[in-house]
């Protein structure tokens, strides 16, 4: 019996000095991970508006054209930028007000769906009168976007051959 008492001893003296041994190893890793988070890259919020920008323009050409699919990918990834904004700049107040964008974003959208060209011109241009009404209201009134009269990139075709 005094035999099973000790080995049973031995056990749990050997187990609790392990499971420190893992703790400080956790505590060591968990620590790592800590830096390695803290110092991960995180997109500025310029540079999401600079994509924001860029995408407004393809948006634009997209539906100048009628390249109806076109169009739906570049809103989509308008959105999503949005939703990045959102997860990823949250401290900033500039990241509460972007959602003022959704309601037109989804007119536009409409319009795009429905392949009505009168139609996404003007919900484009209302876009682009909510995204300086948000640059004012952020005081980035300086930062005013306007419809783009030449083609962002040379290097993409804006009409579609799927008419």
Same mark, same amino acid.
């Given at each position: 019996?005094?035999?099973?008492?000790?080995? &049973?001893? &031995?056990?749990?003296? &050997?187990?609790?000095?392990?499971?420190?041994?893992? =703790?400080?190893?956790?505590?060591?890793?968990?620590?790592?991970?800590?830096?390695?988070?803290?110092?991960?890259?995180?997109?500025?919020?310029?540079?999401?508006?600079?994509?924001?920008?860029?995408?407004?323009?393809?948006?634009?050409?997209?539906?100048?054209?009628?390249?109806?699919?076109?169009?739906?990918?570049?809103?989509?990834?308008?959105?999503?930028?949005?939703?990045?904004?959102?997860?990823?700049?949250?401290?900033?107040?500039?990241?509460?007000?972007?959602?003022?964008?959704?309601?037109?974003?989804?007119?536009?959208?409409?319009?795009?769906?429905?392949?009505?060209?009168? &139609?996404?011109?003007?919900?484009?241009?209302?876009?682009? =009168?909510?995204?300086?009404?948000?640059?004012?209201?952020? =005081?980035?009134?300086?930062?005013?976007?306007?419809?783009?009269?030449?083609?962002?990139?040379?290097?993409?075709?804006?009409?579609?051959?799927?008419?």
């Amino acid at each position: 019996m005094k035999a099973i008492i000790y080995l &049973v001893s &031995v056990i749990l003296l &050997v187990s609790i000095c392990s499971c420190g041994n893992q =703790n400080e190893q956790m505590k060591a890793s968990v620590d790592s991970l800590r830096i390695k988070l803290d110092n991960a890259y995180k997109p500025g919020f310029g540079e999401f508006m600079s994509g924001i920008q860029v995408h407004h323009a393809k948006l634009w050409f997209a539906g100048q054209n009628e390249n109806w699919d076109l169009a739906q990918f570049e809103v989509s990834e308008i959105k999503e930028t949005l939703e990045n904004i959102q997860k990823y700049q949250k401290e900033r107040k500039e990241s509460q007000m972007v959602i003022m964008l959704n309601p037109v974003l989804d007119s536009v959208e409409t319009s795009i769906k429905n392949k009505n060209l009168l &139609v996404f011109r003007d919900k484009f241009t209302s876009l682009t =009168n909510t995204c300086n009404t948000c640059h004012r209201l952020v =005081n980035y009134g300086f930062n005013e976007v306007k419809i783009p009269d030449t083609p962002p990139f040379s290097n993409q075709k804006f009409k579609s051959e799927n008419k």
